[in-house]
């Protein structure tokens, strides 16, 4: 193969709302550069894939390398790095992005603009990249190719005169895209001389090489046997062996500047590689890393116990092993009276927690219970101390509580203007407070709401997709703390306080989240032998009661033919049954009692 | 002492509520199905000849819809096999549309002393809804028919809009027609039965209506001297079903036909459920087994709770004692101590407390390893 110059590189990214067609046109991409007949993926994307497949989404993808012979002749290396397709994961893409020059912009033909097309647009114009777009799925009956350009031309400023027309799944005008790359992305500015600069975008822990830091070299080059650190850690390695994707992990003898690659130095923890941080070498550092570090905070919390005490240890190995491969998940072991010894996690918003549960029940065959997530609440206390309180059992007594804060969103939302009604109701019942509004197009209405956190994690997301049949779409960013009149909404069940059940909410909420908890857990908890009030109550006095009646029918029928077995049988599933319910005190909670006090039908 | 079960798989038609062994179209396989049977119980009965037989159970299907010669055959069989006791309750389930004079003088042949017979509801409609083919008039004849042998009746509750008042007078009904023995089975709408398309629809009545139909039973009988003997079985005392009692008290039993269970020798096994089946392996010179568990250790001192709890005389932990060689209150420590609340316990006993009974899943499931 001939020696590459690097003005024939072009490292890009695609980016796109969900469903907009993203993974499809990096795979056509991908064919058509002839590298592999299908995506390639490494074990490591394989564990998330039924996750990826049941949401539609995608988590993450390895960067692929590719060949392109352009028209002009010359043969270009295209790096394509993918982004995280979530708003839970925004700082990793913004950080995905600042690897790359240039950014390819999908945008559905028959969808237009949407929140998160948006959003990515100005992750991507604050990186400084070149942006290309793209029309996608124009061989669709709904789509409207011309009016999607005028939408993107109206609400970004871009110009779309000369924005391919693709459909990536029917494989039309791909080519197009791929010669576009060429001459409308810039090629990497290159420094080779200066000292190492390389951008972490991502990693994992691999059980052989230690981790692996996915990186973005900007200044300088590093090869194998260099010492290297990075400005966040004061840890030093020794560089193992660096590489290309193509799109496995491909070994080369060096990476410099301008290349996408990977670098291996028997790193023990992605703790020590995270991503937004600069690599650089020991000998001849860097004088300052690139800009933009930030890091990752968690900001919703839940606890997480075994459903099965006894399995705490077990627990205890699977948070570790995830955390070795995931920065931004955060834990402290925690007691809780009714759940016993646990966790409480944090998580970079609710997919990532739905996607940690789901891996440590599914990767390590674990049954958790976790309880329903909290966000970080700022509790000034009268001794002028300020404490952040992550788990609601933990809110001192009112009397030592000077006043709290709670951490606020600004959201944006796109929707067809025939629903900017229910959004704003709904938004007024989640205590949001207008900002703005305009029209993105004759179709297409933005608003904007400033929103507190803790009621975008309570049922906010069915809420807005039930309301606009599935229309809107929904971004936020964090945008600080506010003052604001909270109280601890406690739980009884059977006469017994049950911290795990226990939430902060607004006081004005109090009773009506009050009452429809209660409801919702006379519905979840089965009948048992004995009536179980139960009761919602803030500051010690009950606001509202249910009432789980006493079992009076569990039996079973004739046994006929004496077909006992049978019936053991049937005992042995109730039993079964039984296993997957929490004692408190003396009643039992089926296990997802915890989380579904949080899908409560709004009033 | 061991028992004998016998099933005839056939009726004049399908029940809405029915998911048991039964096919009102294969009437025909009838000679086929019974020289199977024959075969069956003569070859089992060469394994088991060593044993004293004390009861015979024909259910069903309808045992009284199939021609009574091959019942007198069964009969005649078990005589000429094995031992079966003198003082043996032979019990023949009866449909009250498909009993007359001339089956009972066959009957009679045969020796069997004991009816039971399947009123379910002495209210026409109801008895129409869930698929019957009998009105009231029907058992009422039948009683009369069978008039002088030890009778007993089946009541449904948990029907459609049925009332107490119903109910009331299907026990009356049963009691007039000199019924002695009352088995009381709340509806249970399984999956695939026509029935269960109402139990989805919310046309049955609610597991707490059940509850109250039932403790309304329960005393009603009780006035009448019918007593509890088990969870859904009363009667004046002295007529208690010695068959099924063998079933509680984990006794040994041996089932003919379609999909029967037994209890041999420290083995459960239970025949398959279709006719051409169980035809088939018999032809081949196969026994029918469809399954087959060899209870022991914990299984087995569970079976013996299950099964006991299910009674009012509860645990007999004496016999627990000489049955396993171990101590009742030691094996099972845990779960008595979690469920003293529902249980009397005594030193020679333990039961579930009369107002418990009902809800007695809950409590032996706790006594489950």
């Not at chain 1, 936020?476 to 506010?482: K, M, Q, T």
């Not at chain 2, 094995?82 to 023949?92: F, G, M, P, R, Y």
């Not at chain 2, 018999?282 to 026994?287: A, P, V």
């Not at chain 2, 709770?305 to 171990?326: C, E, P, Q």
Request: proline share 4%; net charge negative.
């Amino acid at each position: 193969m001939a020696e590459t110059t690097k003005k024939n590189i072009r490292n890009f990214c695609i980016i796109a709302h969900i469903d907009h067609g993203k993974s499809t046109l990096a795979d056509r991409l991908i064919e058509m550069t002839g590298q592999v007949s299908e995506r390639d993926m490494d074990d490591r994307l394989l564990d998330s894939m039924d996750l990826e497949k049941e949401r539609g989404i995608t988590i993450k993808l390895t960067p692929v390398r590719m060949f392109y012979t352009a028209s002009d002749g010359e043969e270009y290396i295209f790096n394509l790095i993918d982004t995280p397709g979530h708003v839970d994961f925004s700082y990793e893409v913004s950080r995905s992005l600042a690897a790359c020059e240039g950014a390819i912009l999908v945008v559905d033909a028959t969808q237009g603009v949407q929140a998160q097309t948006l959003a990515n647009v100005y992750l991507a114009l604050e990186n400084d990249l070149e942006i290309l777009p793209v029309i996608n799925k124009i061989d669709l009956a709904s789509a409207d190719p011309d009016g999607t350009k005028a939408e993107i031309e109206d609400a970004i400023g871009l110009d779309c005169s000369a924005a391919p027309l693709i459909s990536a799944k029917a494989g039309i005008n791909i080519k197009e895209v791929l010669e576009k790359i060429v001459t409308m992305l810039p090629p990497p500015k290159c420094a080779d001389e200066a000292p190492l600069k390389a951008l972490i975008f991502d990693s994992y822990y691999d059980n052989f090489k230690g981790v692996i830091c996915f990186v973005r070299i900007k200044e300088g080059s590093v090869k194998v046997g260099d010492r290297i650190k990075t400005f966040m850690s004061d840890k030093q390695f020794d560089v193992t062996e660096v590489g290309v994707f193509s799109p496995g992990l491909t070994p080369k003898s060096s990476l410099s500047s301008g290349e996408v690659g990977y670098i291996a130095a028997s790193i023990k923890s992605v703790q020590d590689t995270a991503v937004g941080d600069t690599i650089t070498l020991v000998d001849n550092p860097a004088s300052e890393p690139l800009p933009g570090y930030k890091q990752a905070l968690p900001v919703v919390f839940s606890g997480v116990y075994p459903l099965d005490g006894s399995k705490f240890n077990d627990l205890k190995e699977a948070i570790l092993k995830l955390k070795l491969n995931d920065a931004s998940l955060t834990y402290e072991a925690e007691n809780s009276m009714a759940l016993g010894f646990g966790f409480r996690c944090g998580f970079l918003g609710l997919l990532h927690m739905e996607i940690i549960q789901q891996r440590i029940e599914r990767e390590f065959d674990i049954e958790i219970i976790t309880t329903a997530p909290s966000v970080s609440y700022k509790v000034h206390l009268t001794s002028g101390e300020v404490i952040d309180v992550e788990n609601p059992s933990r809110l001192p007594e009112p009397s030592l509580i000077d006043y709290m804060e709670e951490p606020i969103i600004l959201a944006n939302i796109y929707s067809p203007p025939d629903y900017v009604g229910p959004i704003m109701e709904l938004c007024q019942e989640k205590r949001g407070i207008f900002l703005d509004m305009t029209y993105v197009d004759s179709k297409r209405v933005r608003l904007q709401y400033k929103l507190p956190l803790n009621e975008i994690i309570f049922d906010f997301f069915d809420g807005l997709k039930s309301r606009t049949r599935g229309y809107a779409s929904f971004d936020y960013e964090l945008s600080g703390y506010e003052k604001s009149d909270l109280v601890k909404l406690d739980m009884y069940l059977n006469g017994d306080i049950c911290d795990a059940l226990a939430i902060i909410v607004h006081k004005e909420k109090a009773y009506a989240r009050g009452r429809a908890i209660a409801e919702k857990l006379k519905e979840v908890i089965p009948r048992q032998m004995f009536e179980i009030p139960i009761q919602a109550a803030v500051g010690g006095k009950i606001i509202a009661r249910e009432t789980v009646k006493a079992l009076r029918k569990d039996v079973l029928a004739k046994c006929y033919g004496g077909d006992i077995t049978r019936k053991k049988k049937l005992l042995e599933k109730q039993k079964e049954g039984k296993k997957k319910m929490r004692r408190l005190g003396t009643v039992e909670i089926p296990s997802e009692a915890f989380m579904s006090i949080l899908k409560i039908d709004s009033e | 002492m061991a028992g004998i079960y016998i099933h005839v798989p056939f009726c004049a038609s399908k029940c809405s509520y029915c998911d048991f062994a039964s096919f009102p179209k294969e009437f025909g396989k009838q000679e086929a199905y019974f020289a199977c049977l024959y075969k069956e119980m003569r070859s089992r009965f060469a394994e088991y000849k060593d044993k004293t037989y004390e009861t015979v159970y024909f259910g069903g299907g309808t045992p009284s819809f199939a021609d009574p010669k091959f019942i007198l055959g069964a009969m005649r069989l078990i005589r000429e096999c094995v031992k079966l006791s003198d003082s043996a309750e032979i019990t023949l389930e009866v449909n009250p549309g498909t009993i007359d004079r001339n089956k009972l003088r066959i009957y009679k042949q045969a020796g069997i002393t004991r009816f039971s017979i399947g009123l379910q509801s002495s209210d026409d409609k109801l008895l129409k809804k869930i698929g019957r083919i009998h009105d009231r008039e029907d058992f009422v004849k039948a009683c009369d028919i069978l008039k002088g042998y030890n009778l007993s009746a089946d009541v449904m509750i948990g029907l459609f809009d049925q009332t107490k008042e119903s109910v009331k007078d299907t026990i009356d009904c049963a009691i007039n027609g000199g019924v002695k023995h009352i088995s009381v089975y709340a509806l249970t709408p399984e999956v695939g039965t026509p029935i269960y398309t109402d139990y989805l629809n919310g046309e049955l009545p609610d597991s707490d209506e059940v509850a109250d139909m039932y403790e309304y039973v329960v005393k009603y009988l009780d006035g009448l001297g019918f007593k509890r003997y088990e969870v859904s079985n009363f009667a004046i005392p002295g007529f208690e079903s010695r068959h099924n009692l063998n079933y509680w008290r984990r006794g040994e039993y041996i089932g003919f036909g379609v999909g029967a269970s037994s209890f041999m020798n420290g083995r459960r096994f239970t025949n398959v459920f279709t006719i051409d089946e169980y035809v088939h392996f018999l032809l081949n010179g196969k026994y029918a087994e469809a399954s087959s568990d060899v209870i022991e250790g914990e299984d087995a001192k569970f079976e013996f709770v299950m099964l006991a709890l299910r009674t009012s005389v509860g645990a007999d932990v004496n016999k627990y004692r000489s049955a396993f060689g171990s101590d009742f209150f030691t094996d099972f420590a845990d779960a008595l101590k979690s469920q003293k609340a529902y249980l009397d316990i005594s030193a020679d006993s333990v039961k579930i407390k009369d107002e418990y009974l009902y809800v007695q899943n809950n409590i032996i499931v706790a006594f489950m390893k």
